[in-house]
């Protein structure tokens, strides 16, 4: 499985951003598709994930408080992707963004998998 993740570059503050990321390979399921972001000395976090629904429930999304309000976590299910629509962007934002993916790519388990990073600066 490769996730290929799209979309970063150079934006003023307030601006807007659209980040993609592709899964392709040997997926029987996406159980959760989401982004992370790591800033220049700081740790990886959590930006935001959309976690895959049953039978019974809907697909669920959580964001870090901090982008709650500007970003938007989105999935196209057919094409194995995962949008980040990112609104209002701040200089604190500025970081880089890797996709990760859980998949189930065997009837036996699931892994992680993550993308390559893509660069997302903000100049005020």
């Known amino acids: 499985v490769q996730l290929q993740a799209f979309g970063g570059g150079l934006v003023q503050a307030g601006g807007s951003l659209r980040l993609s990321c592709i899964a392709s390979?040997?997926?029987?399921?996406?159980?959760?598709m989401g982004w992370y972001r790591q800033a220049p000395g700081k740790q990886r976090e959590l930006v935001a994930v959309?976690?895959?629904?049953?039978?019974?429930?809907?697909?669920?999304?959580n964001y870090a408080d901090s982008v709650k309000g500007r970003f938007t976590i989105s999935r196209d299910n057919a094409k194995n992707t995962v949008y980040l629509q990112m609104n209002s962007l701040k200089p604190e934002d500025t970081a880089v963004y890797y996709c990760?993916?859980?998949?189930?790519?065997?009837?036996?388990?699931?892994?992680?998998?993550w993308g390559q990073g893509t660069l997302v600066t903000v100049s005020s």
């Open positions: 990760k993916a859980q998949i189930s790519d065997s009837p036996w388990g699931e892994h992680d998998y």
């Open positions: 959309r976690t895959t629904g049953t039978m019974l429930t809907d697909d669920s999304t």
């Open positions: 390979g040997s997926i029987l399921r996406i159980n959760a």
